[in-house]
């Protein structure tokens, strides 16, 4: 007897479910795969810093006249300068020299920045700050704790947006530093590493476009120090192969100094020329 022309084949509807069941499969597999490499990872890197950063917060460079420029960083670990082994060697002692530097006014440090923080958490990190503070300036700095819990990026993208605006509302400009290349974690094993990567880079450019978006400026971190951390990751890293060392804050604070700068009030910017950030060649 002829098939009805609207019946599927036996054979292609076999064929059809085997592949389905494959492809099933071969994710199962893979996602076991990701999972075991995690968790690898994080015995890896285990938590010889501890969870706590350096309390850095206070005037820096009083030696120069003028009411304090405020600043006020927030997001992660690397917001708060963990793995840095002094106070002045944090992202954000780094960022207020250079800006008071630029200047020539001092700058009072406010870290509200919590180590392994979600973007979500931003929310709670402006919480925190007095009724009475309003700074001049913000850096923020989140998105790697988002990858590694996979945390959907138009959900990470909200909270951004939801705190760069309440920046916004306190008078500060607002610079963000998108999301650091995952891909450059040395104790992460491949494949992971390099979807690590991918994810990052995603996430990292929905950041810069939302930043930009909003009027805040965005600095990619991926592409201004990331290739440091990947070819000279002994003198980038800290001990843990997983945050910054004090050299790898210094180029961090090096390549957002100057974003920081324009996004001061215009009576308070630039009363010398910056030099360069560094970039890779």
């Keep these: ?147 590694t819990h996979r945390v959907p990026i138009q959900t990470a993208i909200g909270h951004l947006e939801d705190a760069v605006k309440r920046l916004h509302d306190l008078g500060a400009g607002v610079v963000v530093g998108t999301c650091p290349d995952l891909g450059a974690l040395r104790p992460v094993p491949q494949p992971l590493r390099s979807l690590g990567s991918r994810m990052s880079k995603a996430l990292a450019e929905a950041q810069a476009r939302a930043a930009e978006r909003l009027g805040a400026r965005a600095v990619s971190l991926r592409r201004t120090v990331g290739p440091f951390f990947v070819t000279q990751p002994d003198e980038m890293f800290s001990l843990d192969r997983f945050h910054p060392s004090a050299l790898g804050y210094r180029r961090t604070a090096e390549a957002l100094v100057p974003a920081v700068v324009e996004a001061l009030p215009s009576e308070l910017r630039t009363r010398e020329e910056l030099p360069p950030p560094f970039t890779p060649r």
């Design 1 to 147: 007897m002829a098939h009805d022309r609207d019946e599927v084949p036996r054979g292609m509807l076999i064929g059809a479910v085997g592949t389905v069941i494959g492809a099933g499969i071969a994710l199962a597999v893979a996602q076991a795969v990701l999972r075991r490499q995690a968790a690898l990872a994080r015995r890896r890197i285990g938590k010889p810093l501890g969870e706590d950063a350096l309390d850095a917060d206070r005037v820096w460079r009083r030696r120069y006249d003028g009411d304090p420029i405020d600043l006020v960083v927030l997001g992660d670990s690397i917001a708060a300068g963990l793995g840095a082994e002094r106070r002045k060697d944090t992202l954000g002692a780094r960022v207020a020299k250079g800006v008071a530097r630029a200047t020539h006014r001092p700058v009072r440090l406010r870290t509200g920045a919590i180590v392994g923080s979600e973007s979500s958490r931003l929310a709670e990190q402006l919480d925190t700050l007095p009724d009475d503070y309003f700074p001049h300036v913000a850096v923020v700095i989140v998105g790697g704790n988002d990858v």
